[in-house]
């Protein structure tokens, strides 16, 4: 079957999505519709379609409110509208007429115009072969020659849902140390609006949305999943009509976000990607992160380093002599990237001062970084820096000679948080500066690594230019985007690590130009297996670092064993958080053999098939399983937070094994059938105590090994 196949005469496409479609029809309104987004449809199917009644029109209720694909503000349309402008004249009715479609094998253009105004809009979208993934975005045109166009909101998509019996919509919300909490809730009537106006993608909401029927679960059920590739404001506004009819509009800009279209200039929205899947909300992140790998991370097939970061041991008490001492113990249990975090350049003593200057600070690497770099290049450890160039602190060099390249108004206040400002990356002379500091940076040493950092949100935004339009706040992240792509284009050795005071930051466009993230500051292991459980709903585990530190935690003062605290870390790409110079001998032999261990499985986990098993915060027991590619191996991380009334421990029912194979467990040698496996589940050897965890490693039997066993059941299969 063709990606994406037209019914000419019907004004109808169908893009097919692996399993799914996606089917979008021109009305005689010249609207454009969305027919049906589910399990996929041959181009006479999709045109069958068009034989069920139309919903009726009465005097209150119009029926192309909330299932439009494109949905321009205008005419007896009451709903949200995913495109408002406003003419020259105050004409805010936009009266779109189709035009024409271009069609590639993978591509479809469909293109609208104003039937008075000078401006063009196109709908594009793109089909993923493999991927149950259609990307759309919006063009917004002027084309005139006279007064500007401002365009008030241009979402990326409209996903429009075909008739369920209910609705629920997941969701991330979180804060500061606490990001990525999974919420599950119905749909309420209405508008529910998720989204940040932090100018960063915040770690109060993540740009994903799922939909469901109400009765889907990890395993089962059919998910209609939508993001946003966007790091600045956003929202996605989830519409439930009174009709019961759903939509989910994404895009940039937290409610209205105007921009002036000076005549011929033309308007890009970013990415909105959507995917219909079945096999419940497991099967849907299987797919998102199958998604991610495919067409997101431009190294997905590099295995992450385990990394060692100074910043929970030093804080901002960084000197040469520590570093290199940190970097031998990192290196004797096996780290193979060590990253010097902050507190390294100019006067940063502490968080009062100097961001902005991006040089050694001369009193603690009087010879610069090399002597560093080369001593853990010597131990043969990568090294990696931690920087935050979208920054200055008011003292600062920087910032003394250029006051007014941080964000601003006249007459207002400049409003300082955790005592610095964010540059004006929207002006291209502030964006040239730090994309020219930080490439001489990388020029001048051998860094291999850079942790990213943005640790405080836009404040005092304004008019960027002459234009009073806010342009200021997409033009921030598009220069960004461009200097991190030119540092990448220019540096193809450097992996970078996207940070913002933890997950301020993680969303899809962050991720084309990063290679992993640092998902929270909190590193309690408790916390974290909701963090993370609330991360890998779209993210996978690859790009998702996780350290060992202290037990009792810095941020939470809970205690947790070693061993628990590396299974949590183990979920993703592990690091090390701890302050190895307070380590006695026993724990440093004892992380080596955590990490060689680590390593030996870390192609399963970071580049396997991901099944979470239980939801951490709610159930005792939660587990996470990868499986191999080829089936053949399988890691599980299991965690039980607490027994109760000196129960036996529960068996861990396993998924995705084949029932008719036996799986050996690499360290105990015992082995189990893969049926008793799913049925009544992996017996743990569990620590006693709370909070224990293990690490179990299963292989598959092969046919010679087989042979030693009677045959599995009464009527092998041949
Ligand atoms: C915030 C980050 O999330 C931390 O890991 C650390 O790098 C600090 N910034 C340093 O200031």
């Known amino acids: 079957m063709p990606l994406i196949a037209h019914a000419r005469e019907h004004r109808l496409w169908v893009l097919t999505a692996a399993d799914s479609s996606y089917v979008l029809r021109v009305g005689d309104d010249d609207l454009l519709y969305s027919l049906h987004w589910g399990r996929a449809l041959t181009v006479e199917q999709a045109v069958s379609l068009l034989e069920y009644p139309p919903a009726r029109s009465r005097s209150c209720e119009v029926p192309s409110d909330g299932v439009l694909d494109l949905s321009p503000a205008g005419q007896a349309r009451y709903g949200h509208a995913g495109l408002q402008v406003r003419f020259a004249d105050g004409a805010r009715d936009l009266d779109l007429r189709y035009t024409r479609h271009r069609l590639t094998d993978d591509e479809l253009v469909l293109s609208f115009e104003d039937s008075f105004f000078p401006l063009t809009v196109e709908a594009i979208y793109r089909v993923r072969a493999g991927s149950p993934a259609i990307e759309r975005h919006l063009t917004v045109r002027h084309t005139g020659s006279e007064t500007p166009i401002e365009v008030v909101r241009a979402d990326s998509a409209t996903w429009v849902l075909p008739e369920l019996p209910d609705y629920r919509l997941s969701h991330a919300y979180g804060q500061w140390n606490g990001e990525g909490r999974l919420q599950r809730a119905p749909l309420a009537h209405g508008e529910t609006a998720l989204g940040s106006r932090r100018g960063v993608t915040s770690h109060h909401a993540n740009p994903w949305a799922m939909i469901d029927d109400g009765t889907a679960s990890e395993d089962q059920g059919a998910v209609y999943g939508t993001a946003l590739a966007w790091s600045g404001n956003w929202q996605i506004l989830a519409q439930r009509m009174p009709s019961d009819r759903v939509s989910l509009s994404l895009g940039s800009g937290h409610g209205a976000e105007s921009r002036l279209l000076e005549p011929g200039e033309e308007l890009s929205t970013p990415v909105s990607v959507g995917m219909y899947t079945e096999g419940g909300f497991g099967g849907a992140s299987r797919a998102w992160h199958e998604y991610v790998r495919a067409h997101v991370l431009k190294h997905p097939l590099e295995l992450r380093p385990v990394l060692y970061n100074s910043w929970e041991a030093t804080g901002f008490e960084v000197s040469l002599n520590a570093q290199m001492a940190l970097a031998d113990r990192a290196a004797q249990i096996g780290v193979e990237l060590f990253v010097m975090d902050d507190g390294w350049f100019g006067r940063r003593v502490d968080d009062t001062a100097g961001l902005g200057d991006w040089a050694p600070n001369p009193e603690r690497f ?44 006249p007459h207002r206040h400049r409003t300082r948080i955790r005592g610095q400002h964010v540059l004006n990356l929207a002006r291209p002379a502030v964006a040239a500066w730090v994309h ?62 996207n940070c913002s005071s933890g997950g301020g930051r993680v969303d899809l466009g962050m991720l084309v130009r990063t290679d992993q993230v640092w998902p929270s500051d909190n590193t309690d292991a408790v916390d974290r297996l909701e963090i993370q459980h609330g991360y890998t709903q779209v993210y996978p585990a690859q790009t998702m670092g996780a350290w060992i530190t202290a037990s009792p935690n810095p941020w939470t003062g809970r205690e947790s064993p070693l061993d628990q605290r590396f299974h949590v870390a183990a979920a993703g790409v592990l690091g090390v958080g701890l302050d190895l110079a307070a380590c006695d001998e026993a724990e440093l032999s004892r992380l080596g053999t955590l990490i060689a261990r680590y390593k030996v499985l870390r192609p399963l986990i970071q580049h396997g098939t991901q099944y979470r098993l239980g939801t951490p915060g709610r159930d005792a027991l939660t587990a996470v399983q990868y499986v191999a590619s080829d089936e053949s191996e399988i890691v599980v991380l299991a965690f039980l937070r607490s027994r109760r009334f000196g129960r036996a421990d529960p068996a861990l029912p396993l998924r995705a094994l084949d029932p008719r194979a036996r799986y050996r467990e690499a360290d105990s040698g015992r082995v189990h059938h893969g049926a008793v496996l799913l049925a009544r589940g992996l017996p743990l050897d569990l620590p006693t105590g709370d909070q224990a965890s293990t690490m179990i490693h299963l292989r598959r039997l092969g046919p010679d090994e087989e042979e030693q066993f009677a045959p599995i059941g009464v009527n092998p299969s041949p």
């Open 366 to 409: 009087p010879d610069g970084l090399r002597p560093l770099i080369k001593h853990v290049h010597g131990l043969g450890m990568k090294f990696g820096l931690w920087v935050e160039p979208e920054m200055a602190n008011p003292d600062s060099d920087l910032y003394r000679a250029h006051p007014d390249w941080i964000i601003h108004r």
């Open 436 to 497: 020219a500091t930080i490439d001489r940076l990388l020029r001048d040493n051998e860094i291999d690594f850079l942790k990213w950092d943005m640790n405080r949100p836009l404040t005092e935004v304004g008019p960027l230019d002459e234009r009073a339009d806010d342009r200021l706040w997409s033009a921030y992240v598009e220069n960004l985007y461009t200097i991190l792509d030119r540092l990448r284009a220019d540096h193809r050795a450097l992996r970078i690590e």
